[in-house]
């Protein structure tokens, strides 16, 4: 079955990679809309909290919706970031991208969670970064890793940025209210993404290409 396809029916498992502010909901939006999700994040402790149906993050009222989905066996995670890219179709980077000291964008979350996807990623997959960086990262910092699987970017896997502009913790502005920014390796698969996120926001926006998308936030 096409990848679209299983966007469009909702057979697609999401993987998201880090449940922190914007990534726990972000998994839970998905899992809430009918999607399977594996939660993937290198703390155990929040791992073995949330597959016991509980929440680490108490400030985003989220408890009862992260109970539901973990319940309904729609949302489970890992700490095995390969394994979890394996079973899944849809792959979305949401790790901190933290400022050194010295005032550097800190990509080393994006570089491991790279490395960790290369172990699993198969064909006709898709990568989404979503964490905030600077135009260049999605195709010269994180491909080539992804890359290393011996797999090639719009060839057979897709790749994206659909970078996060929403705050947490915004009553009045859930991640479903605000508009996304979509830009694909190649236009369908800037086309195949904005089927994914169609599900879980009001309104999508495609722009001609990644860079562009990584410039918009
Ligand atoms: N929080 C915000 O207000 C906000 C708003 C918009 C965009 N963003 C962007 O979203 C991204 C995520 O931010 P956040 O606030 O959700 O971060 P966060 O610190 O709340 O959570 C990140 C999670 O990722 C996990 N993690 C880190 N490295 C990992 C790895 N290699 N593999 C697996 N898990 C890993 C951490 O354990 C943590 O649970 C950042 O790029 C940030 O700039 C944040």
Redesign the pocket.
């Given at each position: 079955m096409e990848l679209a396809e299983k966007f469009n029916n909702k057979s697609a498992v999401v993987c998201v990679?880090?449940?922190?502010?914007?990534?726990l909901p972000t998994a839970v939006s998905f899992a809430e809309k009918g999607f399977r999700v594996i939660g993937?994040?290198?703390?155990k402790q929040?791992v073995d909290l949330i597959n016991r149906g509980g929440c680490h993050l108490k400030d985003l009222n989220l408890d009862e919706r992260v109970k539901k989905v973990v319940q309904d066996k729609k949302l489970t995670a890992t700490a095995d970031?390969a394994e979890a890219t394996r079973k899944s179709d849809a792959i979305l980077i949401?790790?901190?991208?933290p400022v050194t000291p010295d005032k550097r964008p800190d990509l080393v979350?994006v570089i491991?969670?790279g490395e960790?996807i290369a172990k699993g990623l198969g064909k006709n997959k898709l990568v989404v970064l979503?964490?905030?960086v600077y135009p260049g990262v999605t195709e010269d910092v994180l491909n080539p890793l992804l890359e290393k699987s011996g797999l090639k970017a719009g060839v057979d896997f897709g790749l994206a940025h659909c970078?996060?502009?929403?705050?947490?913790g915004d009553s009045k502005h859930s991640i479903g209210d605000v508009v996304r920014v979509i830009g694909g390796i190649t236009p369908q698969w800037g086309e195949t993404t904005k089927q994914l996120y169609r599900h879980i926001v009001k309104d999508v926006f495609l722009v001609k290409d990644i860079k562009t998308a990584e410039a918009a936030r």
């Open positions: 990679i880090g449940l922190g502010y914007v990534g993937a994040d290198k703390k929040v970031t949401i790790v901190p991208t979350p491991s969670s960790d979503e964490s905030t970078p996060e502009r929403y705050n947490p």
